[in-house]
Structure formats: structure tokens, C-alpha cells
């Protein structure tokens, strides 16, 4: 299968990445996590505009510089949460093991170039209310891994929002 990403530059990617066999590794292991953002920031020039990190995937949209190296980027940070994740990992598939990866996270990642401001802010949207749609908590301002807390702060969002009114403009939005 020939798999082709796009590249347009000044915009910005959505990014879900995803543990092997949708683990729940990354809430556990959140300062790890960090540590491999904080890492490849300091390799790649990049803007985090939102994330949100679940049990079993993190959605983030970044603003890469380059927009040539948001793979990279990824590679980066799986790479170095990876190398440093000490807990037993599921045994992976020979297709893993034959590349010499652990089997930590799955190989591939979704992406969508954001081209509009519309569209950027539903994205942002999306991420947000991710938890609630999980199940994981009942109001977006109770998950804590998430830059909904950031936006709060700057006044971009009612410290309620995600009510049944907000969620019928998101709704529709199935990204994963």
C-alpha cells in the first residue's frame, strides 16, 4: 500500500498517535510523556497548539516550522518515550520485532492538515471534548491532560464548556 502524507506549509497537523494494541500507557507514564516532548523540542522547531493525552492515544495539533518534519517529529517522541518506558510490554508481531521496535506504540499515525481557521478551531473543539466522548470524565474541565486548562486561562473558553449545546457543534466531528 503506497501511504502518502501532506505537506502544506504555514499549516497545522492533527495528530492522533496510538499505543500498541490501544494500551493505557500514557497517563501512568505522563512525565515520561513530557520528557519525550520536551525532547524533541529540542531537536524540532514546532508549536504545540493543543493536545490531549488519553490512557491508550494522544490527539495534538502541532505548527511545525518545517512542515516537512511533523513525521519526524512523531518518531521523535515515540522514539525517546519508548527507549525509556521500563514497564513489560506486550510481545509484538514479528513485523515489529524484525524492525527492532518494542511494541509500544503502533507503527502508523493518523494525521490532517488544518488549512482554516474554521477548521482549526474544530479540531481544537474535538480534542477538547475527547475525555467526555471516551467516557472518561462527564465535563471537559475535569481532565487534566489536556490544553483545555490553557485555554480556560486565556479567556477562549466558559469554564463549562462542552454542555449538550456545545457538543451539538462538535458532534458530527469523528476524527479517529
Not at 141 to 166: A, C, T, V
Request: glycine share 4%; proline share 3%.
Amino acid at each position: 500500500m503506497n501511504y502518502r502524507r501532506v505537506f502544506i506549509s504555514n499549516s497545522c497537523v492533527h495528530l492522533i498517535v496510538v499505543a500498541y494494541n490501544r494500551r493505557n500507557i500514557f497517563i501512568n507514564n505522563i512525565e515520561l510523556l513530557r520528557k519525550a516532548f520536551k525532547n524533541a523540542k529540542d531537536f524540532f522547531k514546532f508549536e504545540i497548539i493543543a493536545i490531549c493525552v488519553l490512557p491508550n492515544h494522544i490527539h495534538i495539533i502541532i505548527n511545525p516550522e518545517n512542515i516537512n518534519e511533523y513525521p519526524k517529529i512523531v518518531t521523535s517522541i515515540k522514539y525517546y518515550f519508548s527507549k525509556n518506558y521500563n514497564d513489560i510490554v506486550e510481545t509484538p508481531t514479528y513485523g515489529y520485532v524484525n524492525k527492532g521496535e518494542k511494541g509500544v506504540f503502533q507503527r502508523r499515525f493518523f494525521e490532517h492538515t488544518i488549512i482554516s481557521e474554521k477548521e482549526l478551531n474544530n479540531q481544537i473543539d474535538y480534542i477538547h471534548y475527547n475525555p467526555v466522548k471516551h467516557g472518561f470524565v462527564k465535563n471537559v474541565k475535569d481532565w487534566k491532560y489536556s490544553s483545555f486548562h490553557k485555554y480556560l486561562n486565556q479567556g477562549l473558553y466558559e469554564y463549562n464548556w462542552g454542555s449538550p449545546k456545545d457538543v451539538e457543534n462538535i458532534k458530527n466531528l469523528n476524527l479517529e
